[in-house]
Nanobody, 123 residues
Framework: VQLVESGGGLVQAGGSLRLSCVLS????????IGWFRQAPGKERERVSC????????RYVDSVKGRFTISSDNAKSTVYLQMNSLKPEDTAVYYC?????????????????WGQGTQVTVSS
């Protein structure tokens, strides 16, 4: 199983980016896919996750109303649409795949991780 993120970049505050996470070697229906981020000098934090089989989507409070997670099973891809970006959203964003939503969202652990994509929001 592999995860490959893309779509990061430099954007001004108030702008938008869409991150993509392509899953290979497995089906999206078999995993909870989540987005995490880690800013310099800070701990990694959860951002959002989706479990297609359970129809469950979650967001951390700081991104609710601004970020939207979605999936395309045909492309084996999970997206994170990020709008109204703020400088505090600057971080390396990672996607992860876990066999159980509880493990990924509440324990913030996962079997598989991508390599990360940098998001920088300038003020």
């Amino acid at each position: 199983v592999q995860l490959v993120e893309s779509g990061g970049g430099l954007v001004q505050a108030g702008g938008s980016l869409r991150l993509s996470c392509v899953l290979s070697g497995a089906s999206l229906d078999d995993y909870t896919i989540g987005w995490f981020r880690q800013a310099p000098g800070k701990e990694r934090e959860r951002v959002s996750c989706i479990n297609r089989r359970q129809g469950d989507i979650r967001y951390v409070d700081s991104v609710k109303g601004r970020f939207t997670i979605s999936s395309d099973n045909a492309k084996s891809t999970v997206y994170l649409q990020m709008n109204s970006l703020k400088p505090e959203d600057t971080a390396v964003y990672y996607c992860a795949a876990a066999g159980a939503l509880f493990k990924l969202w509440h324990l913030e652990r996962s079997e598989y991780w991508g390599q990360g994509t940098q998001v920088t929001v300038s003020s």
